[in-house]
């Protein structure tokens, strides 16, 4: 990971909550590289009154109010259905590159295709990073994951844009504590930006997305325990379920985490699709990774950032009672008890491995 | 469909029953529209004789032999290991380009972005066809495909190569002599050679395979009361099964006819993966359906190729019983019990959506 990088992350007219995904998850997981947000809406405020996470992240008006906070790079920091560039975000990253800065952007969109930002950059040395562009020399899917002996455990949801890659984050560190060897691997835009690699398996020609999922699984795998895979999409979601499953065919996860966020009764931005039941979603999730590898929904990680503290603990408790599993909100409140549970069925996948096939010397 | 195109299929030193696959399919479903082969080492037989079908449609041994049969188009007759373009043929397609042949071609090189072959058909006014380039201008999937009056119906299976598209071309047929209009939305390579549009969703950005299905089935249904929509892949294949979801949440369709090979037992290249009984395979596919749309699978196409003939209608006998759906094998017998099964549900929908949203005017 590039320790240097300095952010400017932009976000015109978009910062918020739940509007600028691509910059809440910097600010959230490397919030020492943001050197301040450009939105002329929110400028004047800190990212945490905007965001209420983020500290004293400086909100500017202008690209030139950002240089003040000494940037060395920008970041396209929303990620718009369909990832377009918003051409009225073009005369900013010309700016940014005529002034040397670095462009990551995980839009659909290559910015280092645009020959006027490929012009300035080649001037200016500045260096275009399209954090979705399909890597060359991918393969189709061929099961050789099945070789890995990591424990992969994948997140999975009843939406997009729910927290899954949030809530893996959150675990992975609780994980670590738990003193297991964990490898967070990073499938989408978002988590390639804070993770320093991945892939970003949405951005792939179609059949190559288990092959994507795969590649990367093998690669976390190489130096951990405990693979902790980044879900992206639903299996009920009508634009991105391909990508979904593809990646839970691909990653073949041991065991999976499903990821809610109790206020959503529908999925986001298709009303017309409503959300089942957690159990429904974990029948589901479960039934369409039983014919390659049978992998049980092992916990639950809620997102309540809009409920107030009250029906946030009611929610878990809910659906702790429904579901009979492990429950909670793993950024408000202790991710402990997901990690408690990924650990405790780690450790007993190893030991029935074990006893199936002990190894072939001791001592 | 464009029923005025007269292919010279391009299959020098290739032409044969194993060999050229996309000619053999495009003499097998659209015979009418090949006007010649070119094949050198074949020239002077007949299709019939190479092939085993094709009739009278001749082999001859260069391009002016072949310009002699009035093609206005040339197709590039294989899909060899990688989809290259083999160089020998250069000269070839420059002949055609220049005589304004447009040229059709399924490899992976993109043909259109070759600068001489751009050139030539730039002066002659030709168009080159490349049959797997992603259109631009594709959307994700919003779900306005839930406005197409027609019925939708999906072929999907347990395998890959399992005989989707080849069912599909059968039931068509008789499904227009039933009397019903009738479109074919092709969303493989093959299938939209012999459509003559389409778009191969296995070769979009993933984020887009619905949305390519949705425009697809939108297209398709313009001008018709019941669009068979070609599937790919299967919901439990390894490596393609994203691709598979994503076409089933982009169409939409109302119902499915799932198509299997009766002697196949795990999956094409991954014998790790068995293949579970149709009851099981018609269970999650209607479930991986259910949250968006309910869509029963009302059908069963076989695949029976590798099976004398007792065997076959065993096998026929064996699968309806098992499953209580009209069953054929629609290459090797009569596909009339699909298209009549497809035939009721589309009359049986009508007639439901007729009551409950009446015509706002009648006479």
């Known amino acids: 990971m590039a320790l240097s990088r300095r952010f400017l992350i932009l976000a015109e007219g978009s910062f918020g909550p739940l509007s600028s995904k691509t910059a809440n998850a910097c600010i959230r997981y490397v919030p020492d590289e943001v050197a301040a947000v450009l939105d002329s809406r929110t400028a004047g405020r800190k990212a945490q009154d905007v ?27 929303i990620a718009p259905a369909g990832g377009q560039f918003p051409d009225a975000w073009r005369s900013i990253v010309c700016d940014a590159l005529r002034a040397g800065l670095d462009v990551w952007s995980g839009l659909h969109t290559m910015l280092g295709d645009d020959p006027e930002f490929a012009a300035l950059a080649a001037v200016s040395g500045a260096t275009i990073r399209d954090l979705r562009r399909m890597p060359s020399g991918l393969e189709v899917a061929s099961g050789r994951v099945r070789d890995v002996e990591a424990t992969v ?45 991945g892939i970003a398996v949405d951005a792939v020609i179609a059949d190559f997305i288990a092959g994507a999922a795969e590649s990367l699984t093998i690669e976390a795998a190489a130096e951990a325990d405990i693979v ?29 985490v499903l990821c809610a966020q109790p206020s959503r009764t529908s999925i986001h931005r298709n009303p017309w699709v409503s959300i089942p039941s957690l159990s429904e979603m974990i029948r589901l999730y479960e ?18 950032f809009d409920l107030d503290d009250r029906e946030a603990r009611l929610a878990v408790e809910r659906v702790r009672s429904e579901t009979g599993l492990p ?7 202790e991710p402990l008890v997901i990690a408690e549970a990924i650990a405790a069925f780690h450790v007993e996948r190893v030991s029935e491995r074990n006893v199936l096939s002990p190894p072939a010397m001791i001592g």
């Not at 455990?153 to 609780?174: E, F, H, P, R, Y």
């Not at 429950?327 to 409140?333: G, I, K, L, Q, S």
Request: proline share 6%.
């Open 51 to 77: 965001l209420g996470f983020g500290g004293n992240i400086p909100v500017v008006d202008s690209f030139a109010a950002g240089m003040i906070h000494l940037p060395n790079a920008l970041l396209i920091g």
């Open 153 to 197: 455990v994948l997140t999975v949801g009843t939406d997009c844009n729910i927290g899954k890659m949030t809530a893996q984050l959150q675990v992975q560190s609780s994980v670590r504590q738990l003193g297991h060897r964990v490898n967070f691997a990073a499938t989408g835009q978002t988590g390639i930006l804070v993770e320093g690699r």
């Open 228 to 256: 902790l895979v980044e879900g992206q999409g639903s299996i009920i979601h009508p634009a991105y379920s391909g990508v979904t499953l593809g990646l839970m065919h691909g990653a073949l996860p041991h065991a999976m």
């Open 287 to 304: 039934a369409a990774m039983e014919p390659l590898r049978p992998s049980p929904v092992i916990a639950i990680a809620l997102n309540t």
């Open 327 to 333: 429950t909670t909100d793993p950024v408000r409140y």
